[in-house]
């Protein structure tokens, strides 16, 4: 232990205050939880019922409607129709508790609700204490002088936010895209989505707790990295201290690494709130970094503070010292759009994130750790957390700094326009700054941006025209977005998290516009609503591609968990109720057409829709990486889903991976072999996402079907880091000659000192026209060197997207979906606890002819 003062004199004696307060039995922060597995006290009623009925809190009306018995299942079949008279219903929750003497005796006592969703009204011992109307923020109340030592009765009374909603949108003279629920400080998704079923939920969504103090209080402390240098880092702890009288608060921070630190200070404080600020250096620091350029390392401090009286709840953070700016220099193209992560320029690779349930207390702490570790498995190093959703819980942001994986974060605001008056104002203003608050001290967070799709679609998706505004009335919406984007958002990101950037809306520019290609973010749906072919993707690349997707079905083992095998059809009821686009299926069976043949049963239109998807995306990401540095970043729709359904996913509701996926993986690794046909010519790239230059040997082979190596090139290249390099160049002609095109592939290989970097097979024709052989593909299980189960498999004649089913098993493996090179032995390994045999009796293999 290093102690940051000489032990003498006056501080000597600060030095034994410290020891003295830290184990004598002074009092001490109170908090008692009214919520959580450890309470079971809560009741849930709709208003004017009579009879009370178990609730869960943290919850939702409609998982407390399920667990009573009293709705089927909301995700099942087309239930979600049968249950829409529940959001227009006012619904009641009660509980009582009692108070122990520390709690009660303390001189400041305040319920501390973190979530409620959304039109609520508290009553502790039938006084009204609060009225909330938002979800996304914390309330806290002065509650002592209702309290009872024993008996206390808390009810929350949540008025339909439908209803509400509707009733507010009658006070304006105009409607507003998105209809009732751009009133309300609501999760959005919640009305519905092209994704996302129809489920206006209410409840106390996030834990409720009574908080006591004496004598003074920390409110919240902010990390800030004043500089950042090999030698040092400077920072200063901002504390926000509030207290009942003029005192001296002493803190003692203690920095645990590869050492443990000690740091003390004495501070003056006055009545009532105070800013203190605590200077702080870390010697020879080691930086954060994200997923791919080095270890996310964290820096774990603990602050404790004491007076002579108190001694206060430590407070506890993991901090990472980086730097991290948004690039918007101008170029020869327009202007450049990157992030520089401790001064190196960084390319984002990553998907946009969901909530991951319509019902949000039901997403478990180890659900985000299997998701975020999905990601970062997927050599992912950013995610966006997209504006019609929620502002995400804690575990969320803690998993992604360990994890290495950047946010960009949205307000919560998307694909509508809002009201301006002063008090939706003052709330979204309050809003955010909780919420800024709340996640500024993560490195993970690297950018706030103010909406979703909103100036887009007031520019180019025709809304003033769509809802016949007067030239007084779009004046009026436009200055409303204005001050909400330009002057509150931004105001707020400024005052409270001046070090990182705002982005008032994603996209900047449309996508039907060129200029959308030139700077900015871009949101590309020409492929989709475009209708566009997938070969679009490798002309239409911008600055940063924040969004674009397309459709594929999730496993059959999802689908049974939601419909009957009667219901496997893209007609039934079930099946059209978990497609949520108008023409979804519709649009993968057009794709399909074009690049598949048709599939034999419902279970190969799985299969192949997954395939569809992946080789679109495939196309996409590797369009964008082999355009580094002009293009900086590539983040696909999307990531997860709420509820099981057919979507842009890659991982569905139940964390399956689609082919996509897989896919992903491999397209997101370190080293990227690509090629493209460009005229008569065949090119071929290399893309390095390792800083320096990359110095390796290149490997081309054509190769037949029956393992035939046709023709082959190969030779040295160097490839910097800044930008993707085309290192071969070739005449059709030359190598498709006597050739027959739908059953030969070129092999890609980039290698250094004989080992693999990279490896990519490139087809001559579509996945339709390739004649392909049947298969009888062969497996052994083993166990690898450190002990996991593996499966190898092999052909005799090239087998494509090999599938390996595992059923209901829950299974990750380490490849699946993989083109298989005759007399190839390829060897994937198996995540899961079952042993060998029970794998063998549950295995299905089977590839791209076994569809037809």
């Known amino acids: 232990m290093r102690i940051h003062f000489m032990m003498t004199g006056r501080k000597f004696i600060f030095f034994c205050i410290l020891l003295f307060i830290s184990s004598a039995a002074f009092s001490q922060a109170q908090t008692k939880y009214l919520s959580g597995e450890n309470n079971s006290a809560w009741q849930c009623r709709k208003q004017g019922d009579e009879k009370w009925r178990p609730a869960n809190v943290p919850g939702t009306v409609h998982t407390d409607l399920l667990s009573n018995h009293l709705i089927d299942d909301p995700f099942y079949s087309d239930h979600e129709k049968k249950l829409q008279w529940i959001d227009t219903c006012n619904w009641e929750y009660a509980t009582s508790f009692d108070c122990d003497s520390a ?5 400041h006592v305040e319920l501390q609700f973190d979530g409620l969703d959304t039109y609520a009204k508290v009553f502790l011992n039938d006084v009204l204490i609060l009225t909330a109307d938002n979800m996304f923020r914390s309330w806290n109340v002065n509650c002592k002088s209702l309290l009872k030592e024993n008996n206390n ?8 936010a439908v209803r509400k909603g509707k009733t507010l949108a009658k006070n304006l003279p105009y409607t507003l895209p998105g209809d009732e629920k751009v009133f309300t400080r609501k999760a959005a998704y919640q009305y519905g989505w092209d994704w996302g079923p129809r489920f206006v939920t209410c ?32 920072l200063v702890a901002e504390v926000n201290v509030s207290a009942d009288e003029a005192t001296t608060v002493y803190f003692k921070m203690v920095l645990e690494n590869d050492s443990r630190d000690s740091m003390y200070f ?14 702080f250096k870390i010697r020879n620091p080691k930086r954060w970094w994200c997923n791919g350029l080095g270890e996310p390392f964290l820096y774990h401090l603990s602050v404790q503070s004491t007076n002579v009286f108190a001694k206060s709840e430590t407070k506890n953070f993991e901090i990472g010292l980086r730097t991290l700016q948004l690039v918007q220099d101008a170029d020869s193209i327009g202007r450049r759009f990157y992030f520089k992560l401790n001064g190196i320029p960084v390319f984002m690779k990553g998907a946009n994130y969901i909530p991951a349930d319509n019902f949000l207390p039901r997403v478990s702490e180890n659900g985000y750790k299997e998701m975020i570790q999905s990601a970062a498995d997927a050599n992912m190093n950013m995610l966006r957390v997209w504006g019609g959703g929620i502002y995400e819980d804690d575990a969320f942001y803690k998993l992604c700094d360990e994890n290495g994986i950047l946010v960009w974060q949205d307000f919560m605001f998307a694909c509508s326009m809002y009201p301006g008056d002063s008090l939706f104002l003052d709330n979204v203003k309050e809003e955010a700054t909780q919420n800024v608050m709340r996640l500024r001290n993560h490195p993970c967070l690297a950018l706030w941006c103010g909406n979703n799709e909103m100036d887009e679609g007031w ?12 030239e007084k009335d779009s004046a009026k919406i436009r200055n409303d977005y204005e001050k909400i984007f330009m002057d509150v958002l931004k105001g707020v990101v400024e005052t409270n998290d001046g070090l990182r950037s705002y982005w008032p809306s ?13 700077e900015g973010d871009s949101h590309y749906w020409g492929v989709w609503w475009g209708k566009e072919p997938f070969e679009m993707y490798q002309s239409k690349v911008g600055r940063f591609m924040s969004e674009y997707g397309f459709q594929g079905m999730p496993s059959l083992e999802t689908f049974k968990k939601f419909c009957d095998a009667k219901d496997w059809s893209l007609t039934s009821a079930a099946v059209k109720n978990h497609q949520k686009h108008p023409t979804g299926y519709e649009t993968i069976q ?14 190969n239109y799985i299969y192949v829709s997954q395939l569809l998807q ?21 983040l696909y729709w999307q990531l997860n889903d709420c509820w099981p359904v057919t979507s842009w996913s890659s991982m569905d509701y139940f964390g399956n991976w689609k082919a996509l996926h897989y896919t992903v993986k491999k397209a997101f690794s370190k080293f990227l072999v690509t090629a493209e046909k460009k005229g008569e010519n065949l090119v071929v790239y290399v893309s390095s996402d390792q800083p320096g230059n990359l110095s390796a040997k290149f490997k081309l082979k054509l190769i037949d079907f029956n393992g035939n190596i046709l023709w082959g090139d190969s030779g040295n290249i160097s490839v910097a880091y800044e930008s993707a390099a085309k290192i071969y160049m070739i005449p059709l002609k030359e190598i498709l000659t006597n050739v027959q095109p739908a059953r030969v592939f070129l092999k890609m290989v980039v290698e250094k000192d004989k080992n693999v970097l990279t490896e990519n097979l490139f087809y001559f024709t579509g996945p339709k026209n390739l004649m392909l052989d049947k298969t009888d593909i062969q497996y052994v299980f083993s166990k690898t060197k450190d002990n996991r189960q593996a499966v190898t498999v092999s052909s005799k004649t090239f087998a494509k997207n090999v599938f390996i089913d595992f059923g209901d098993a829950n299974v990750k493996l380490s490849d699946n979906y993989f083109d298989l090179l005759p007399g190839e032995k390829k060897t994937i390994t198996v995540q899961n606890s079952m042993s060998s045999e029970e794998l063998a009796r549950k295995i299905k293999i089977k590839s791209l002819i076994d569809s037809y």
């Not at 994603?506 to 030139?518: A, F, N």
Request: some cysteine; hydrophobic content about 35%.
């Open 103 to 107: 709690l009660f005796n303390s001189s």
């Open 153 to 160: 009765r808390l009810v929350i009374q949540f008025e339909s």
């Open 203 to 234: 409840g106390i969504w996030r834990p409720v707790k009574i908080v006591s103090w004496d004598f003074f209080r920390i409110n919240d402390i902010h990390i800030i990295q004043d500089e950042l240098a090999d030698t040092a880092a400077s």
């Open 266 to 279: 004495e501070q003056p404080i006055r009545k009532g709130d105070n800013i203190l600020n605590l200077p």
């Open 459 to 470: 520019k180019n998706w025709g809304w003033p025209k769509q809802y016949h505004y007067s």
């Open 506 to 518: 994603s996209p900047s520019i449309g996508w039907g516009h060129d200029e959308s290609l030139r």
């Open 590 to 603: 057009s794709y399909l057409e074009k690049d598949y043949r048709q599939p034999k049963d419902f279970e």
């Open 614 to 634: 992946a080789e679109g995306m495939k196309t996409a990401i590797e369009a964008h990486r082999k355009s580094k540095p002009t293009c900086m970043g590539t």
